[in-house]
């Protein structure tokens, strides 16, 4: 079995010190095969990837989308975090309007005992009346994806916050609904396909980080899988939301994370 979690873990904003304990915790407990992180930062005196997995024997990477957001002298991305060695990587800057906080994604390619996989962490566009943008990041992003599926590797791993719902034209164009650019991609939605058949909600009120005044109770991070090969390997055999509870007032995040249990071997 591989396992895969996803966080946005809202830079080092609110307590971080007690919000990082808590995602450790969660870390610790479900013992994730891979991470994606976004809204990590670095910078000359702080990198909150070394506080979540110091002592951990993860391999790591990280792409940079802005610099100096949300103060000078950080770099905001997102971050890899894998069992197996990273063999190759590529970083995408993604088409973001002047003035907007760039996007970014980390393409890796990992060396897993279940063979070569391609596993990205991404972060898109967050405002409402940024379709439009949404849709040429994920023109971009699939362009690049497409580009480092390995030929009979492990089906890939696209994991992130995407800011938007599962009915979109973004949701819907990675999951074979509609085309985009006159292009098509096919991955599977790990909630859709194996969550518990609630609206999963990883952006909600019942999170007292969430400003009431943002849109709430909508369902945006995710984990995407590709297809599942014939003898089964890569099918999605559970899927639940984490870092979903606070603790004496402290919660982990602004958002909550995806996990995600896949088949590693033949049925």
Same mark, same amino acid.
């Given at each position: 079995?591989?396992? &895969? ?21 969660q870390i610790?407990?479900?013992n ?5 992180f ?5 910078g000359?005196d702080?990198?909150?990837?070394e506080?979540l997995?110091h ?12 610099t ?5 002298g950080?770099?905001?991305g997102n ?12 970083e995408?800057?993604l088409?973001t309007?002047a003035g907007?906080?760039g996007?970014?994604?980390?393409i890796?390619?990992l060396?897993t ?6 596993f990205?962490?991404?972060?898109l566009?967050w405002?409402?009346?940024d ?10 992003l ?16 696209? &994991?992130?916050?995407?800011?938007t &719902?599962?009915?979109?034209a973004?949701?819907?164009?990675l999951t ?14 790990a909630?859709a396909h194996a969550?518990d058949?609630?609206?999963?909600l990883t952006?909600?009120?019942k999170?007292?980080?969430?400003p ?9 991070d995710?984990i ?5 090969k014939?003898?089964?390997?890569g099918?999605i ?9 606070? &603790?004496?007032?402290?919660?982990p995040?602004?958002h909550?994370g995806?996990?995600?249990?896949l ?5």
């Open positions: 079995m591989i396992s &895969v979690m996803t966080l946005n873990i809202w830079n080092d904003d609110g307590p971080w010190s007690d919000r990082s304990r808590l995602i450790r915790q610790d407990e479900l994730p095969d891979l991470i994606g976004q809204e990590v930062l670095r000359d702080i990198d909150l990837l506080d997995l002592g951990t024997n993860y391999h790591r990477d990280f792409v940079g989308a802005v100096g957001w949300p103060r000078e950080v770099i905001n971050a890899v975090a894998s069992r197996w060695p990273i063999v190759d990587r590529e995408v800057v088409p309007p907007r906080n996007r970014a994604a980390l890796t390619t060396d005992p279940a063979g070569l996989m391609c990205v962490s991404t972060h566009s405002r409402f009346d379709v439009l943008v949404r849709e040429r990041q994920i023109v971009t699939v362009d690049r994806l497409k580009a480092h599926i390995p030929e009979n590797g492990f089906p890939s791993i696209l &994991v992130g916050d995407f800011n &719902v599962s009915h979109s973004e949701i819907r164009h074979g609904l509609q085309t985009l650019d006159g292009e098509s991609m096919y991955l599977r939605d909630w969550g058949g609630s609206a999963g952006w909600t009120v999170n007292p980080y969430i009431h005044w943002l849109a709430p109770d909508r369902r945006i995710y995407f899988v590709g297809p599942t014939r003898d089964g390997v099918e055999l559970s899927c639940q939301v984490v870092c979903d509870q606070g &603790v004496d007032g402290v919660w995040s602004d909550f995806v996990y995600a249990e088949r590693d071997e033949a049925l």
